[in-house]
């Protein structure tokens, strides 16, 4: 490599690291173990209008006596509502996408392409006639659904984006769920590259809480299309990777009920009498190579109780996300290399490791294991929120279920 290709190659190298790759909040070392991954595109089941759809305020809970072993599928398909998305930005200019329930009636789709939110000089790079888009069941800017509905944060990893698990808030979103994503302008991926910084630097623990600040605003301001829509006593957070870290330092805000935290352990240096006393969910692949599974069983034993722990088999780092859909099940790793970066690639080993982890054998195809992320942080955040009085199929009654064996254990 000549010194004069040198600084294209870290450009490329840098926007490689494409999927939260550290489970730790705002350090640099967060950065330099960054993931990629990217392109098949994968359409989950249509959404049904709903009938008679529950909300937090009119939901029945379930009985005491079912068999829980039953419902280890119970939140696998889409709930009773379309799903409606829309674009907001808070105050400083960060952009955030919101995903709810829908009124009846509302149909499309969504497709997002991963290339569109790299910096410009790294997009002209990725030119490969390959997929590198997602889409799902949504419909942009909808009329919402009648009824008032609880909130779940969303905090993307490092080199990740805003829409980057669009499989799973879609997904929440269709069992009367608002979910909330800001992007992280200190860590994702448009920023990634080399000398390419934010306008505004935020924490992104911070990013969370200002858009929780927008979304209750925004249900209490008259003709907004959320007025009345929020349900503001029951919030909860979830994120991957690096932000399974900012979630933690989120949730000791009082307004947050409680959070999942996805291929992640706790932020550098927590102090545990500071993390938060609310009720958690650990969930990991036994295959991540990034955010190894024995750091998120210590973060399970080290909260508060009560906490829920899943290791997913099969799964790696990129499996609870949409990256590894790309570049059909290769991952922004199998992008690059169709665009002809697979010299640079082979000089660049531990970011080809990154960048593949959880999309390439020996890990299952994530088309697979999607289904058992939806249920388990669906489950979850309804029990959090009271809408089911006992927690459908989570428990250790359920690990043996699934297509791939889960790891369960309760404190």
């Not at 004069?4 to 489970?23: D, E, G, I, N, Q």
């Not at 209008?49 to 072993?69: L, M, N």
């Not at 659904?145 to 980057?164: D, K, T, W, Y």
């Not at 499989?167 to 000398?195: C, E, M, N």
Request: charged share 15%; hydrophobic share 40%; glycine share 8%.
């Amino acid at each position: 490599m000549t010194s004069s290709y040198r600084p294209l190659a870290l450009a490329v190298a840098a926007a490689l690291l494409f999927s939260a790759c550290s489970s730790d909040d705002n350090s640099s070392s967060a950065q330099t173990s960054a993931t990629t991954a990217a392109a098949q595109t994968t359409e989950p089941a249509s959404t049904t209008p709903p009938t008679e759809a529950p909300t937090t305020t009119e939901a029945e809970p379930t009985t005491t006596t079912i068999d829980q072993a039953s419902l280890f599928d119970a939140y696998m398909e889409p709930g009773p509502y379309p799903v409606g998305v829309t674009m907001a930005s808070i105050d400083n200019g960060i952009r955030v996408e919101i995903w709810y329930p829908a009124v009846e009636g509302s149909t499309g789709t969504e497709t997002y392409d991963a290339r569109d939110f790299v910096a410009p000089a790294i997009k002209a790079l990725l030119t490969a006639d390959i997929p590198a888009t997602f889409t799902y069941d949504a419909t942009r800017d909808a009329e919402v659904a009648e009824g008032s509905f609880p909130v779940v944060l969303n905090s993307h990893g490092f080199s990740a984006f805003r829409v980057a698990s669009s499989f799973l808030t879609s997904h929440l979103a269709s069992w009367g769920i608002i979910v909330v994503s800001p992007d992280h302008p200190t860590r994702d991926l448009y920023h990634s590259a080399p000398q390419i910084t934010p306008d505004v630097v935020t924490d992104p623990a911070d990013d969370l809480l200002n858009s929780l600040d927008l979304i209750t605003a925004r249900g209490t301001t008259a003709g907004d299309m959320f007025e009345g829509h929020v349900d503001t006593e029951h919030v909860g957070a979830m994120g991957h990777s690096a932000g399974g870290g900012t979630i933690i330092v989120a949730s000791t805000d009082d307004r947050i009920d409680g959070y999942v935290s996805m291929s992640s352990g706790l932020p550098r240096d927590a102090d545990p009498s500071t993390l938060p006393a609310t009720p958690s969910f650990f969930l990991t692949g036994t295959l991540d190579q990034i955010a190894d599974i024995s750091r998120t069983r210590e973060a399970f034993a080290t909260v508060p109780t009560p906490s829920l722990f899943w290791a997913i088999d099969g799964v790696g780092h990129n499996g609870f996300d949409d990256l590894c859909t790309f570049g059909n099940g290769t991952g922004i790793i199998g992008v690059a290399e169709a665009s002809g970066l697979g010299p640079l690639l082979d000089s660049l080993p531990q970011i080809r490791s990154v960048g593949e982890d959880g999309c390439l054998p020996p890990a299952v195809p994530v088309a697979e294991t999607f289904p058992i992320v939806k249920h388990a942080v669906t489950a979850w955040f309804l029990h959090l929120f009271g809408v089911d009085e006992m927690p459908k199929g989570l428990g250790p009654e359920v690990a043996d279920s699934y297509s791939q064996p889960v790891t369960i254990e309760v404190r």
